[in-house]
């Protein structure tokens, strides 16, 4: 598995967001990102239970990052997010998180993503349409706020 890099104020992968989730992302090299993690109680919505919101922000990550999949600086971003809850996700129990390529033609992509529970259940999963960030946008950033590395 290949790491890929993170940046310092993402709410899911940054590494010095004082309220972020620190995910930590890898690649097969082919199709597939994964991360494993522990969401902290105080993401929780009910009690006991991670936030919908949150699941659906790590699936929104993770199923992001296969565009990075064979090179890090190919940024794409949600287009449309279909997000199912299956079953509830407890909070302080280890997950794996899961996005897998559908297809990516030009700069448009479908990839889908998975929250499995430590028994193997599908808790939650997403369908995600992605296209390339524009250009316009990627000129406008400096990549040295980002801090985007691999650590």
């Known amino acids: 598995?290949?790491?890929q890099p993170n940046?310092?104020?993402?709410?899911?992968c940054?590494?010095?967001?004082?309220?972020?989730?620190?995910?930590?992302?890898f690649d097969n090299g082919k199709d597939e990102v994964v991360s494993e993690y522990t969401?902290?109680?105080?993401y929780q919505g009910y009690p006991g239970?991670?936030?919908?919101?949150?699941?659906?922000?790590?699936?929104?990550?993770?199923?992001?990052r296969v565009a990075m999949i064979g090179d890090h600086h190919h940024?794409?971003?949600?287009?449309?997010?279909e997000v199912k809850y299956r079953h509830s996700v407890p909070v302080e129990t280890p997950l794996r998180i899961v996005g897998k390529i559908i297809r990516m033609r030009g700069r448009l992509g479908k990839a889908s993503g998975r929250i499995y529970l430590?028994?193997?259940?599908?808790?939650?999963?997403?369908?995600m349409s992605l296209a390339d960030v524009p250009a316009s946008l990627l000129e406008r950033t400096d990549p040295k706020l980002l801090n985007w590395?691999?650590?």
């Open 1 to 3: 598995m290949h790491k």
């Open 7 to 12: 940046t310092d104020s993402c709410f899911i």
């Open 14 to 25: 940054g590494r010095n967001n004082p309220v972020g989730l620190y995910l930590r992302f």
């Open 39 to 42: 969401v902290p109680e105080r």
């Open 49 to 64: 239970i991670v936030h919908g919101g949150i699941q659906a922000a790590m699936l929104d990550e993770v199923v992001g």
């Open 75 to 81: 940024f794409m971003m949600s287009v449309t997010l």
């Open 118 to 127: 430590p028994d193997g259940t599908i808790a939650c999963e997403a369908e």
């Open 149 to 151: 590395k691999v650590d």
